[in-house]
């Protein structure tokens, strides 16, 4: 993991296209700013764990009933 140091409006660049900028500091809390294409996903953690947790539920789901379809 990097790690870096940014002040309220520094930013940093991904992969030429992505900018993360800092927008606000009030405390523990850290307000960031995400300009991305829209091509590319962006997510807070916890909102994309549990869409991975569902895609995984599903599949799961779909192939025990694609397996007893088969058995009859």
Do not use: F, H, W
């Not at 790690?3 to 850290?30: C, F, H, P, Y």
């Amino acid at each position: 993991m990097l790690a870096l140091s940014r002040k309220k409006n520094e930013a940093i660049i991904i992969n030429n296209n992505i900018e993360i900028t800092v927008l606000e500091v009030k405390g523990d809390q850290v307000k960031i700013g995400i300009s991305a294409p829209k091509e590319v996903p962006v997510y807070r953690k916890e909102v994309y764990l549990q869409i991975q947790q569902a895609n995984k539920e599903a599949v799961d789901a779909d192939g025990i009933e694609a397996l007893q379809n088969l058995l009859g």
